[in-house]
């Protein structure tokens, strides 16, 4: 006579704290990669015209033909006017790389107790949703479209009332969102529709 001995229960997390983790930071190693080249790029140049002058040798022309037209053309000109607007536009966009989180494509995931983080890319989010659209009975077709704080479903049903496959649909996606353990649950919108009529 054999004894089987219980297995022990999933651990689950609590349900608190919810909502309480953060994006994930970008590294942004390519951005500041390249910016750092061209900064070195654009020293370089520079460092090496001032050396040139310094050793008794006429600066380089588009160096000379910028000073010269900064020194002359007035403030208001157009051509000043759009390189001021251009060189704020790009710090402006370089405070905003620094200052925002980036990683949108990451959503995280409930913090338990410890260091450790975890996260959900959007496409997992997203196939997950679609194969538990595609188990409800009547969907022929899903279409998911997984955001920060929505999930767009658009599911077609071949059979059964659109209501029903709608209510359906909405137990199923709800329960599969719970399952997910997000930080921040995404609201679902659910569009049923008909396949379309051929010819």
Not at 40 to 50: K, P
Not at 113 to 134: C, F, K, T, Y
């Amino acid at each position: 006579m054999s004894t089987t001995v219980p297995a022990d229960p999933v651990p689950v997390l609590e349900k608190t704290g919810v909502g309480t983790a953060r994006r994930f930071w970008s590294v942004r190693r390519v951005p500041a990669a390249l910016l750092a080249l061209l900064v070195l790029a654009g020293a370089g140049l520079l460092l090496y015209d001032v050396a040139a002058v310094r050793a008794g040798r006429p600066g380089m022309r588009w160096r000379r033909a910028l000073a010269d037209e900064l020194a002359t053309r007035p403030l208001d000109n157009l051509w000043v006017l759009i390189g001021a607007v251009v060189a704020i536009g790009l710090g402006v966009w370089l405070l905003v790389l620094a200052a925002t989180p980036g990683l949108r494509a990451v959503l995280p995931m409930r913090r338990a107790e410890g260091p450790l983080r975890a996260g959900l890319g959007r496409e997992a989010v997203e196939i997950v949703l679609r194969d538990r659209a595609m188990a409800v009975a009547g969907v022929q077709a899903v279409r998911v479209r997984a955001r920060r704080r929505k999930a767009v479903v658009r599911a077609v049903s071949h059979f059964r009332e659109l209501d029903d496959v709608r209510a359906d649909l909405d137990d199923a996606l709800r329960a599969a969102v719970g399952e997910l353990d997000l930080a921040r649950p995404p609201d679902l919108s659910v569009h049923v529709v008909r396949p379309a009529r051929k010819g």
